[in-house]
Each structure stands twice: as C-alpha cells, then as structure tokens.
C-alpha cells in the first residue's frame, strides 16, 4: 500500500476548525509578503513572456508568437513544425535555433483598442480599427487610392464606446451593443443564449451607420444576468484571469501558482490553471477544499492537487495535523526526496494507535540524524496493520486501550506469522495493481520491529498511563526473528555472472533501452563498482574526474550520510560515463537550445528524468531500472537475481584478494562491519589463504625471524603448501605470537612447560610487532641499569635473537605493505583476530638470517 499523496476528504472535514476569513487573512499576509512573486498579486495576470516558470512566447529570438502548450521544446506550432521535420535529419537543436526566423504575431495576444475610438475594440488585425471605422476606411480607400491610411486618421473623429463586457470575469471591452466581447458574444451564442438577449436584423446599417441607438431585446433578464455571472474567462496565453472568484479561491490559486515555482515540478500552462478557475466559478465554491473533482478536466485535478498539499501545510499547525491524522514532514523542515510532505494516517482506525504512531513519527523528524522515508512507510504499514487485526478481534474494536491485553498481541501475532507460512493476504495491504499483498518474511520482520520499537519507546517514554494502555500489552511484542527483508541476498554463481557480464547479453539489455536512458551503463557501473542503485543513478553531470591518471567516481552515499566520497574505477567505466556524460548534455542542448553553464552543470543528473524535469536536475527513480533490469533477466531465464546481488559479489570479490572487513566497509559505504559482514558470504579456499600470508620463525628457533614464504612472489600451489604455516587451523594463540606444536594446537599439554620464547615451534604475527617492541625497550632499560658493562653485554647477548625476529618482522611487514597498520595495533584484542595483520606471520628464526640477505633496499624474495 502507498502513502495517499493527497487525502481531500481530511480537509473538508476540518475546514470548519479555521472559518474562511482567517484563512483569507492568513493568505493574503503571505501574498503580500517580500517573497512573493508580485507578478501573482493582482487578479488579472499578466505573465511576462520570459518569465521563469510560466513564460509563454516561442523560445526562437524575436518571435512573437505563443508556444504550444503541449509542446516540451516551448515552440509556436509553425517553429514546432519545423523542428519536428530538421529533428529527423539529424539536426542539432541549437543549430535549429540560430538557424530559425522569427515570425510575427499572427494575431493580438487578447484585446487592443481602437487605434480612433479607444473605448471600442479593435476589429481588424491589420489597421487596429473598429467595425465601423474599419468599414469607413474601406469604403474611402477606394475612392483615394494614393492616399495611406495615416493620412486618412487625421479627419476622422471617435466614437461613443459600447462599454465593459456584461460578463463578470472579463476585463475587455463590449464590441457591439449587446454588451458582450467578442469572445464572449461567441460563448454567449453556443449556450443558446440563456434570457434570450438579442439585436434588430441588420441592426448596424438601420441604426448605428445613422448614429442612433441600438435597441436591445430581452426576453429574461435575470437568466441573462445569471449567465454573466458564472460565465467563464477566455483562455488567452500569457494571462490569467481570477475575477469574480471568491476572494478566498482566488488567493488559494494564486499561493498554489507561488509555490509552484519552487522545486522539480511540471509546466503549468496558463490554461490549466484558468480551466480550474472556470471550474472554480461554474460550482461556485469559497474554497478549493470543496470542489468537486469529478466535473474537472484532468489536468485542472493535476493543478488543484498539487495547491492542495501546499495548502495544508498552510492552513494547518503541526497541532492541527495530529488532531486530523496526518503529517506534514514540512511542519518539521524534512523534505524525503522525490516525495510528497503528506503522510496520512487516517487510515488507522484506532485513535490511540493513530496518535501513537504520530507522536514517534513527529520524534523521527525532529531527531538530529532524521532517518530516510522507508521507517516511516514501515511504521505506518505496521499499525495499519495491527489496527485492523484489533477492529476484527479485539473488544469494542480495539478503540479503547483500557481493554486490550498481552492476548490480543499474541493472537496477531500468531496471526500474522500464520499468513507468512502459508502464504496469505494481508488483511490490508494492496500491491500497486490492487490485488492483495501477500505476507512475506520481509512484511512481517518489517511489521514486528515497527511495532515493537513504537510501543516500547510508549513504555519507557512513561505514556502508557496517559493513554490507558497496560504495560503487558506494550511489551507483549516480540522481537523480529531474522534478517529484516528475508534471507540474506547471496553473490551470483560463476554462471550467472558471467551471462550478466557477456558482451552478447549486454547488447540484448541495450536494445531494451529504447530512449538511450542509459540503462547498460548504469548496470556496468554497478558491477564494476559496487555502488548502490539509487546511488549511480543519482551521479550528477560532474562525478567523473581524473586525479594523478587515475579516474575516480564521486557519489553520494545517503544511506548512511556519506557525501561527496569518491572510488577510483576502472577505465572501461569511466570511457562508458563519459560518452552518457556527452549524451546528457547533447540532451540539454536540444531542450534548451544552449550548452549548460557552469552552475548549471553541478546540479544536472548524469541520467536525468522525462517527466517533472524542465531544469534536467531530476534522476530517473528506481523501478525504472527495476523494470528494465527485471526484463532482462528474464529473457536470459537464469533464476530469482536482483541487481542488488552484484554489490554482494563485489564484496565477496575483495575478500578473496585480502581486503580486510573493515577496508571492504570503507569502500562499499557500510554503516558497520557486521553490515559487511552480511555482504562477504563467501569463505577463501585453504590454498587462496596459504598464498597470501608471510611467516615468520620466532626468537627460540634456529633462525629467528627467518621469513616462511615472502608474500610479494607468485608461488604456485606445491611451493605454498611446503611453506605454508597456516594459522587460522594448525596453531594456537600464545602470549606474543601463535604456538604450531600440533599436539599443543590439539589440546594436549605442552611439553616445554609453556616456555614459548625460546621454543622453535612459536611464529611471530604482524598483531604481535608493538608487544614485541615493548619488549625490546624493556630489555634495553634493563641493560642500561645492569651494575656492570659484563652485565649488560650478557643481557644484550640473550636478547639478540629476539632482536633479529623483530628487525625481521618489520621488514617483512614493509615488505608487504602492513607496517604501518601493525603499528596501529595497540593491544590483542578479540575484533582483530580478523584483521589482516593478525594473519601475517613469520618463524623467529627465518627473520634473524633475513638481514644477511637484505641488500639495503629491503626484504630479497627466495
């Protein structure tokens, strides 16, 4: 089930907590505030041809002729014409325009006077002339056929006007007697003229030629003037007209217009908005809460929507929204994007439930870190969810806490996990297509740990006893079993990534992309980086970048509010993000005529969106690569795979080459590495493990600090199992190093009576180096605080071997790039038995023979 974007039946059921004038009051001081667009505070507007969000000439220079309203590119319909016949052959939409003429108006955008009489209008488009000075000039011109018409003005002398249009909405000027402009006259004829007004047969030759009055007929009067009241406006581009509108509706329109302007949102033409108008006077309503959709065009439903969610966060305090069940995320500065502010929670029956599910919704918004929109959909399916289970079991239907018990908890939850196993409906959930949703593991892990956290928090909040609700109830919950969202993803078999990755597959998932979007390259990008989806199809124009010759790609990880963060990636990616990046802008160029500018280039989407998207800083969602990817993978016929599994493979990839967890959660942007540990599902084999660790002897071996196998040379499988000392199966944790005594690792007493030091069975490890060095100064302060320099020689003697186990266990861990993490290490503890250092040994007695074959520039590989 969706959140409701809209829940009209809310507002009209509290319009009457806030009467219309204060309402009024509240809109009218926002009209006339700073911020305000003055071109929206009269109520008839004229919108200036450039303006930013309504403008309304042809985009060609010069032309003086109206766009299309359903024209995307803002041509008139001859420019449109031909951009549509240069588009097919290839032609570039900037070169289009500087190539374009400008044409002129092919007519007056609305009424122009009389160029003599002023108070009439003007008839024709080419003189500016009234009716009747335009049939004096042509019955003149031909007697004087040398004359020009400026010659012909200077003896003629205006007339007396017909006044202002009857109708009430119109501002022009009456063109005959009847008292309508022509516009309207034309309206006024196809409603079969109610009142049936009406002018004498050849009225202008018997009666205004000669200079007397027009008598009018006038069958009813009062139906006429209930006409002109509800007539209504002329569509007319560039102008808005919001007369005779209840002052109320008006400024509704014209704070709805305002905000409009804000944000990603679609092209209103002024004819959307003036057919809602019409609408808005035809049902004569002081407010839009109460207009009837129904008798609307779709996409006046589209405007009056859109005014609707701004009003509420108007005409409602936060107080306000609670006491109505819903919530505005605005009231709390939060914006989720692509999303509404709306939240309606009036579909939970229960009063009590409903407020608490608020009150932990409104504590989400108002913490310091707020969380993304999925704990709010979660929290708000989980009551629904419980609050109906309680209207069907509960008594009085669960509306009164007083009454409710751990058993009713029980039983749903009894309930709930029924429906998981055997695969039943929710009681009311819905998927996108109406059917009923089916309970999964995932619905119900989702709904358990919403509920929980949410009564919980009541409990130790101390509110249960304001809302009448026992202590056994609200901890009756139990918590979720499980992963949230069923089993944990997998990485893709060896058969399936490969076809995911085949040249062959990858063009029959090319050939999907109909409109070039760039559905294979954000699948390429996935594979090779690992990112989330949302975070490669959000990359803006500029995430591509070359620091030092190495390409690096810089993202957004807003899961867990990582910004700005970059990854070095492969060539291939950055070739393929580079000609979308060229694509993108091309994009540009043909919308808008023009390259981006700079600023404009930090905000544009590298895979900008078809719809909503007039500045082309709007990403394409989700189930659009969803849909695209879900297509693809079917037709291949390899199984249940999601995209998301090849951020699991990337994982498991890294710890097969021997990144450390904690080096695989900086690079994938986990929030913890029990979180990265759910993406590295697969373990090494014992060989991969054995050709990446380097051992060394310990200080009691023949050759202390002698290195095992080197680590920065290939050894193929035989030489690694002769020298492996594999510590994760034959060894065991000793003070400073690890013990490879078999019967010791397999729990027998130790012979030596657990003198490892000086045994040659003990290996040093990377983990173990600041012990070590310990040590050493600890023996060297001994030495210097010996009473004798024969003293002090035997200590610095018995501690020799040692010494060289050390000076060859640094250089060995150089060798292989850890020294500096070794250091980090302060002291053994649990976490890092499974860090890479822990896992780098050598035998003492390999390290003190390793100097002798140092030839200065560090450790000499076998």
């Known amino acids: 089930m969706t959140i409701s974007a809209v829940t009209l039946r809310v507002v009209r059921d509290l319009s009457g907590e806030r009467v219309p004038r204060d309402r009024l009051e509240l809109l009218t001081t926002l009209i006339a505030g700073p911020s305000f667009d003055p071109v929206l505070r009269p109520d008839f507007i004229r919108f200036p041809p450039d303006h930013p969000t309504y403008a309304w000439l042809c985009v060609v220079d010069g032309c003086q002729r109206p766009s299309e309203q359903t024209s995307s590119y803002n041509h008139c319909w001859e420019h449109g014409n031909l951009w549509r016949q240069a588009k097919v052959t290839g032609m570039n939409r900037a070169d289009f325009l500087l190539a374009a003429q400008p044409l002129a108006a092919a007519g007056y955008i609305g009424q122009v006077p009389c160029r003599i009489c002023v108070v009439r209008p003007a008839r024709s488009n080419d003189h500016r002339l009234c009716y009747r000075h335009r049939e004096q000039w042509r019955q003149w011109y031909p007697r004087h056929p040398q004359a020009t018409l400026e010659q012909w003005l200077v003896d003629q002398t205006p007339f007396q006007g017909y006044g202002d249009c009857l109708a009430a909405v119109c501002p022009d000027l009456a063109y005959t007697p009847l008292g309508l402009c022509r516009w309207h006259d034309g309206v006024y004829q196809r409603a079969d003229r109610p009142g049936g007004l009406a002018l004498p047969r050849l009225w202008f030759r018997y009666f205004e030629r000669k200079g007397e009055p027009v008598p009018v007929v006038c069958v009813d009067r009062s139906a006429f003037r209930e006409w002109c009241r509800r007539a209504p406006a002329e569509s007319v581009s560039g102008r808005l007209n919001l007369r005779a509108l209840h002052p109320l509706v008006a400024a509704e329109i014209k704070w709805g217009l305002f905000r409009h302007e804000d944000g990603l949102r679609a092209a209103w033409p002024a004819a959307w908005v003036q057919a809602l108008a019409n609408a808005c006077r035809q049902q004569q309503i002081t407010t839009l809460v109460d207009l009837d959709l129904s008798g609307c065009v779709h996409f006046a439903r589209v405007v009056v929507r859109e005014i609707l969610n701004e009003l509420r966060i108007v005409y409602f305090t936060v107080e306000d929204s609670r006491e109505a069940g819903f919530i505005e995320t605005d009231h709390f500065g939060v914006r989720f994007l692509q999303k509404t502010s709306h939240l309606s929670l009036t579909a939970i029956g229960q009063r009590w439930l409903r407020d608490l599910c608020w009150d932990t919704m409104a504590a989400l918004l108002r913490s310091p870190k707020c969380p993304t929109r999925s704990p709010f959909d979660r929290l708000r399916r989980a009551c629904l969810e419980l609050g109906e289970f309680l209207a069907l079991d509960a008594p009085e239907g669960g509306h009164d806490p007083r009454l409710l018990r751990a058993d009713h908890l029980h039983r749903f939850v009894a309930d709930y996990r029924h429906r998981e196993h055997n695969g039943l409906s929710s009681l009311v959930l819905s998927r996108n297509d109406g059917k009923p949703a089916v309970v999964t593991a995932g619905t119900r ?29 609200a901890v009756a919950m139990p918590a979720s079993s499980g992963p949230r969202g069923g089993k944990v993803r997998r990485p893709f078999p060896d058969h399936v990534a490969k076809a995911l990755v085949d040249e062959t597959n990858l063009l029959r998932l090319d050939a999907l992309d109909i409109d070039d979007h760039g559905l294979r390259d954000v699948w390429e990008t996935l594979v090779a980086t690992g990112r989330r989806c949302g975070e490669v199809i959000g990359l803006r124009l500029n995430c591509l970048e070359v620091h030092n010759g190495l390409p690096l790609l810089w993202h957004d990880q807003t899961k867990i509010g990582h910004y700005d963060e970059a990854i ?15 694509k993108t802008v091309a994009k540009f160029v043909q919308r808008h005529g023009r390259h ?21 800083t709007k990403p394409l969602d989700y189930s659009w690569f969803n849909h695209g990817f879900r297509m693809w993978a079917d037709e291949l016929d390899l199984g249940e795979f999601v995209a998301h599994q090849a951020r699991h493979t990337l994982a498991t990839t890294l710890l097969k080459h021997g990144a450390d967890l904690s080096h695989i959660r900086r690079y994938l942007g986990h929030v913890s590495e029990r979180m990265t540990e759910r993406y590295a599902k697969v373990a090494l084999s014992e060989i ?46 000793a003070e400073g190093g690890f013990c490879t005594f078999q019967p010791v690792v397999q729990g027998h007493d130790c012979p030596w009576n657990l003198d490892c030091h000086n045994c040659d069975k003990f290996v040093l490890s990377g983990a173990d180096l600041l012990y070590w060095r310990r040590k050493r100064e600890q023996w060297r302060s001994i030495a210097e605080r010996a009473p004798d320099d024969a003293t002090a020689d035997y200590l610095h003697q018995v501690f020799e071997p040692t010494h060289r186990a050390i000076e060859g266990l640094e250089q060995a861990l150089a060798a292989v790039g850890l020294l500096d993490e070794a250091l980090a290490l302060d002291m053994r503890r649990p976490q890092d038995f499974f860090n890479r250092v822990w896992s780098t040994a050598f035998r003492a007695a390999d390290l003190t023979t390793h100097e002798q074959r140092d030839d200065g520039a560090g450790v000499v590989s076998e």
Request: charged share 30%; glycine share 6%.
């Open 688 to 733: 991969e493990d054995v050709l990446q660790h380097v051992w060394v002897a310990g200080p009691g071996s023949a050759t202390p600090g002698a290195l095992l196998s080197a680590g920065v040379k290939a050894m193929d499988r035989a030489q690694a199992e002769a020298l492996a000392v594999d510590l994760s199966r034959r060894s065991t944790p």
């Open 596 to 616: 981006p500018t700079a600023e404009e280039r930090t905000t544009l989407a590298l895979f900008p969106s078809r719809t909503r998207n007039p500045r082309g």
């Open 568 to 582: 070095r990636i492969p060539e291939t990616i950055h070739t393929r993000l580079t000609e979308r990046r060229e």
């Open 445 to 473: 892990a989702d709904v358990f740990a919403a509920l929980r956290r949410l009564l919980l928090d009541a409990w130790k909040q101390g509110r249960l006893d304001s809302i009448g609700l026992s202590r056994e109830f």
